[in-house]
C-alpha cells in the first residue's frame, strides 16, 4: 500500500515554530546553542559505538585508507622536486646546467601518476566504505527508533507533536549520515595530511617554513570571518525556505485549499507566498555575493603566500643558500597550497563531534523511552471458548496522564468505580452528556489506555494478563474520523487482511453496502480514494471502513460515534450496515443520538465517569431519569451534525 512518507533533508517547519535540527552551513553560535539543547545521555559514547559493533572490520579499513590516502597526498610534491632538480634542470660535476634528464624525468613522472591513480581508487573504496557504514546506521537506527514508536502507548501520541516525532525520525536520524560519512575521515584524513604536510616543508626547508607559517593565521582569520557572513545568511536562507515550505504545506493541503476557497482569501496566500518568495530570492543574492567575495580573498590569500615565498627564496638565494632550488620552490609552494582547507576542518572538529553526539542524544531520548502500556512476561493469548466476546468492567476508575487535577494532587477520574457485564453477542450503547467518559470506556477494552484501578476483563481474563495483539486481533474499532490512506479502495480494504482475495473484498464491501456505489466508480476497487478518502464522501468513507472491519471479523465491534458526522441520508445508510455488521457480534456503540441505539439489548447511561443508569430503552424512558430526559430532549429538537464525542 502506498503511503505518504518523508525524506531526509529538510526541516519540517510549522507557522509558528521551528524544526529542530543540524543547521547545515550554518553560524556555529547558533549550531552550538542547538547542541546545548540536547539532552544528556549515560554513557552516550559507549552506547554509539555499540551501533558501529556490526561494523568493526570496515571501519578499521577505512581508517588505514584514510591513513594511507593523507600520507600519499604530500609525495607528489616531493617527487616534483625532483623532477625538476634531477630530470628538467640537471647539474653536472661542477654545478654547470645540464640537458634534461629523460629516463629519470620518464621514471618520476610514472611514479607521480602512479601515486595519483593509487590515491584515487583508494579514496573510491574509502568513499564506498563511509557511506555504506554512515547509511547502514542510518537506516539501522531510523528502523529501530519507527519500531519503538509503534510499540509506544496512545497517549504519548496525544501529548506529541506529530512534527517533533517526524524531526526525530527524518532530521536527527537523517544528520547522523552525514555525521558519520565525514566527522571520522575527516578528523584523521585532515590531521594526517597537515602533520605529514609541515615533515615535509620542513624537509624542503625550514626557513620556507617559518615564512609559511607566519602567514597562513592570517589567512585562516580572513577565511573565517567571511564564512561566518556567509553562515549567518545560510542560516536565514534556509529559516526562509522552510517558511515557504510551511506555507506551501498549510495552503496547498486539501484541507488547506478548502478553507483558502471557502474564505476567498487565495489573493492574500498568493501574497504571502510571494513576500517569502521575494526574501528567499533576497538572500539566495546575498549568499552568492558572500561567497564570491569569499573565494576572491581566498586567491588573494592563495596567490599571496607563494608570491612572498618566490621573493624569500630569491633573498636565501642571493645570500648563498645552495638548498633553496627551483625543484624546492615548487615542491613547497604546492605542499603549502594544501594545508589551508585540512586546517579549516580540523577547527570544526570540536563542533562537528558535539553535532553528532546532540544528534545520537536526541534520538536515544527517545529510544529510552518506556511504554506505559506492555505484555505481561507471562501473557496469553486470547481463550477462544464459549466467554469469546464477554466484556466485563469490575470496579474500573481511570484518569488520563494529563487530565486536570482538581485540590491536592489528584487528578480528576474520567471514570469512577465503573461496573458492568456485556455477555457474547449482545448489543450494548452507552449514552450520556458530553465529556462523561463514553468514549475512555472504547479505549480500555482494547488497552489503548490502562485502568488506573479495578480490572477489565475480555472473555473472561484481566486484559493485563493477554497479550496486546491477541487481544487486538479480536477487536474492530469504526470511529468517527474515519481515516483512509491515499490509495485505492481494495488496497485500504486489505490494511485489515493482507490476504484478502477480490471475492472476499466485495464480500465485506456487500455487508457494508458500499460494493454497488464501488462498483459505479470507472476503476472500481482501483479507485484512488485521495488524500485521507476526499474523493469520497463522509457516508461512502465510513461504510469502506465498516468493510474494513469487517474483513479482520472481530469477536467484539467497538462503534464510536460512527455516524455523528453524517447528514440524515447517508446516516441510514450507514446505520443500516452498521446493523448488518453488529448481527452475530458483541457490539458496544458511543453515541449521541439515542435514534441510533434504541434497539440495544441495553444501554448503559454514564454521567461524571459513572455509569447512572443502565437497562432497555424501554425501561429507561418508563424510569424517567436521566436517559428520559435526554430521550425527551433529543425529540424536541434536531441533534446537530458533527456533536463531539468524548
Not at 627564496?313 to 589551508?340: K, P, Y
Not at 472504547?442 to 488506573?452: C, G, I, K, N, Q
Not at 483512509?484 to 493482507?498: E, G, M, Q, T, V
Amino acid at each position: 500500500m502506498s503511503m505518504h512518507g518523508g525524506g531526509g533533508g529538510g526541516a519540517q517547519v510549522g507557522r509558528y515554530g521551528k524544526a529542530r535540527t543540524r543547521i547545515a552551513s550554518a553560524d556555529e553560535a547558533a549550531q552550538r546553542a542547538e547542541n546545548a539543547d540536547a539532552p544528556k545521555i549515560p554513557h552516550l559514547l559507549r552506547r554509539i559505538s555499540e551501533l558501529f559493533a556490526p561494523h568493526k572490520a570496515a571501519l578499521v579499513t577505512t581508517v588505514v585508507l584514510v591513513l594511507i590516502g593523507a600520507a600519499l597526498s604530500v609525495i607528489p610534491p616531493l617527487l616534483t622536486q625532483r623532477a625538476f632538480d634531477d630530470g628538467l634542470f640537471p647539474t653536472g660535476a661542477g654545478g654547470e646546467a645540464s640537458p634534461p634528464n629523460l629516463p629519470v624525468l620518464t621514471t618520476l613522472v610514472l611514479a607521480m601518476i602512479a601515486v595519483f591513480v593509487v590515491a584515487a581508487l583508494l579514496g573510491v573504496w574509502q568513499t564506498w566504505l563511509t557511506s555504506t557504514i554512515g547509511n547502514k546506521v542510518m537506516g539501522a537506527l531510523r528502523v529501530r527508533l519507527f519500531s519503538h514508536l509503534q510499540a509506544m502507548e496512545l497517549s504519548f501520541f496525544t501529548r506529541t507533536k506529530t512534527g517533533i516525532i517526524q524531526s526525530r525520525l527524518q532530521n536527527d536520524v537523517g544528520g547522523v549520515a552525514g555525521v558519520l560519512t565525514n566527522t571520522v575521515s575527516s578528523v584523521l584524513g585532515n590531521t594526517v595530511t597537515v602533520i605529514s604536510a609541515f615533515v615535509a616543508m620542513l624537509l624542503l626547508n625550514w626557513q620556507l617554513t617559518v615564512v609559511a607559517l607566519v602567514l597562513m593565521p592570517f589567512m585562516v582569520i580572513a577565511q573565517r570571518r567571511v564564512g561566518q557572513v556567509r553562515a549567518r545568511l545560510a542560516g536565514r536562507t534556509q529559516e526562509s525556505l522552510s517558511e515557504m515550505t510551511a506555507i506551501t504545506q498549510e495552503t496547498l493541503s486539501v484541507s488547506g485549499i478548502l478553507l483558502s476557497k471557502s474564505f476567498s482569501r487565495q489573493q492574500s496566500e498568493i501574497e504571502r507566498y510571494s513576500d517569502e518568495n521575494r526574501n528567499q530570492i533576497g538572500l539566495q543574492v546575498r549568499q552568492q555575493m558572500t561567497g564570491q567575495w569569499f573565494f576572491a580573498m581566498v586567491n588573494i590569500f592563495m596567490s599571496s603566500i607563494p608570491a612572498i615565498v618566490y621573493l624569500v627564496s630569491g633573498w636565501l638565494i642571493a645570500g648563498g643558500n645552495t638548498d633553496v632550488t627551483a625543484g624546492t620552490i615548487v615542491a613547497f609552494t604546492t605542499v603549502q597550497a594544501r594545508l589551508l582547507f585540512p586546517l579549516m576542518g580540523l577547527m570544526r572538529v570540536a563542533l562537528d563531534l558535539q553535532t553528532s553526539s546532540a544528534l545520537f542524544a536526541r534520538i536515544f531520548e527517545y529510544l529510552d523511552l518506556r511504554p506505559a502500556i506492555t505484555d505481561a512476561p507471562d501473557a496469553r493469548d486470547v481463550p477462544t471458548d464459549g466467554a469469546l466476546g464477554r466484556v466485563e468492567f469490575d470496579d474500573v476508575s481511570f484518569h488520563y496522564p494529563d487530565a486536570v487535577r482538581t485540590e491536592g494532587d489528584e487528578p480528576r477520574p474520567t471514570l469512577d468505580g465503573v461496573s458492568f457485564t456485556i455477555e457474547p453477542g449482545q448489543f450494548a450503547a452507552f449514552v450520556g452528556p458530553s465529556g462523561a467518559g463514553k468514549t475512555t470506556v472504547s479505549y480500555l477494552v482494547p488497552r489503548l489506555y490502562e485502568a488506573t484501578s479495578g480490572a477489565v476483563r475480555f472473555a473472561g481474563v484481566d486484559v493485563r494478563d493477554l497479550r496486546r495483539d491477541s487481544l487486538m486481533s479480536h477487536i474492530g474499532i469504526v470511529s468517527q474520523e474515519t481515516y483512509l490512506f491515499h490509495a485505492s479502495i481494495a488496497d485500504n480494504l486489505r490494511y485489515a487482511n493482507p490476504d484478502a482475495s477480490d471475492a472476499e473484498l466485495e464480500a465485506a464491501a456487500r455487508a457494508a453496502n458500499i460494493h454497488e456505489t464501488i462498483a459505479s466508480f470507472p476503476e472500481g476497487y482501483d479507485t484512488v480514494v485521495g488524500e485521507r478518502g476526499y474523493r469520497l464522501s463522509g457516508g461512502e468513507k465510513q461504510r469502506i471502513a465498516i468493510a474494513r472491519v469487517l474483513l479482520k471479523d472481530p469477536a467484539v465491534l467497538v462503534l464510536d460515534e460512527a455516524t455523528s458526522a453524517l447528514d440524515t441520508i447517508s446516516e441510514r445508510v450507514v446505520q443500516q450496515a452498521l446493523d448488518d455488521a453488529a448481527r452475530g457480534r458483541t457490539t458496544i456503540a458511543i453515541a449521541h443520538r439515542l435514534s441510533t441505539v434504541v434497539a440495544a439489548d441495553v444501554i448503559f447511561v454514564v454521567v461524571a465517569g459513572r455509569v447512572v443508569e443502565r437497562g432497555t430503552h424501554a425501561e429507561l424512558v418508563e424510569a424517567g431519569g436521566v436517559y428520559a430526559s435526554l430521550y425527551r430532549q433529543q425529540e424536541e429538537r434536531p441533534v446537530q451534525v458533527g456533536e463531539a464525542a468524548d
